[in-house]
């Protein structure tokens, strides 16, 4: 997104991605950091270890076109000079960009995943999108390669063909939407923004829907299915009912069920929770989608209190999202 609104800018830009890590190197595989012609950038490769001279040989690639992988480890003498002392190597990709990458903010606008991929032995990149040839036929990639593309959740190097290839894949930023502008979401939404998080809030009482108690976030008193319409929740979203009013709740639920929330989870006692998901059932939910619902909702740690409540529904959340295998079994 920085690259293509800098290039639209009329600025020169490159892009350094980090392609293989060992030891204990800061950033993760897949971490960019994008460079303009003046020396300005954005993001980071390594923490501040390296990325003087990455930097430096982007200004030069901005001029001169074309990319260069560097290597950077505590066995060179050339890592101790830009600071990489800390017991690991990193490997990073730097190209110049003349395309700006359109098509992967295309999809990232459209909350739509799509793959950044590299080819370390052909000098070409490819920008994968839901609206490509699902075996690869406009892309010109063997068939092989795009299928394991879609297949894999983390950045990494593929080999097929006598080729490698480093594919980055590229999904919509996680959402945490909250049914209820009650206690526990105003501790819940700042943690969960802070977290990385993006966070709304909806709640048709528009007393407790303030800006006052709510500063900073993204709040709607609309009724939650009217606010679900605008803006339909996807498979990137997590949705948390906390209203224990079932004309409140419910809606919502359901239309988080049939848009296969990774997480969704309801306030209230395992009866409450017994009554909501017999209700559910008369919606025409079957007890294999229902076991989806995290109720009571949040991690089993003896939690009191809205910020204690905040915490354990936060780490739930988080869990499912990083063990998806955690997560009760999703709808199908």
Known sequence: MVAQQWMAKGRKVALATVLETWGSAPCPVGSHLVIDQDGGFEGSVSGGCVEGAVIAEALELVETGGRRVLEFGVADETAWRVGLSCGGRIKVHVEKLDGGLASLNAARQARKPAIHIIGLDDDKDWELTEAEDSVGGATGLPPALVAQAWATSKPGIIETEGRRYFVNPHHPAPEIVLIGATHTSQVLAPMAAMAGFAV??????????????????????????????????????????????????????????????????????????????????????????????????????????PAEIAVSILAEIIQCRRRPEASPSRPS
Not at 230 to 246: F, S
Not at 259 to 277: D, E, P, V
Request: aromatic share 6%; net charge negative.
């Open 200 to 305: 709304r809030i909806i709640d048709p009482r528009q007393a407790f829907a303030t800006p006052e108690r709510f500063q900073g976030i993204d709040l709607s008193a609309d009724w939650p299915q009217d606010a679900l319409a605008n803006r339909p929740l996807d498979a990137y979203c997590a949705l948390v009912a906390l209203t224990h009013d079932p004309k409140i709740d419910d809606e919502p639920l359901a239309l988080a069920l049939n848009a296969g929330c990774f997480y969704i989870g309801a306030l209230g006692s395992r009866k409450t929770h017994a009554a909501r998901l017999e209700r559910l059932r008369l919606q025409g939910f079957r007890d294999q989608d229902l076991a989806h619902i995290h109720g009571p909702v949040g991690l089993s740690i003896g939690a009191e209190g």
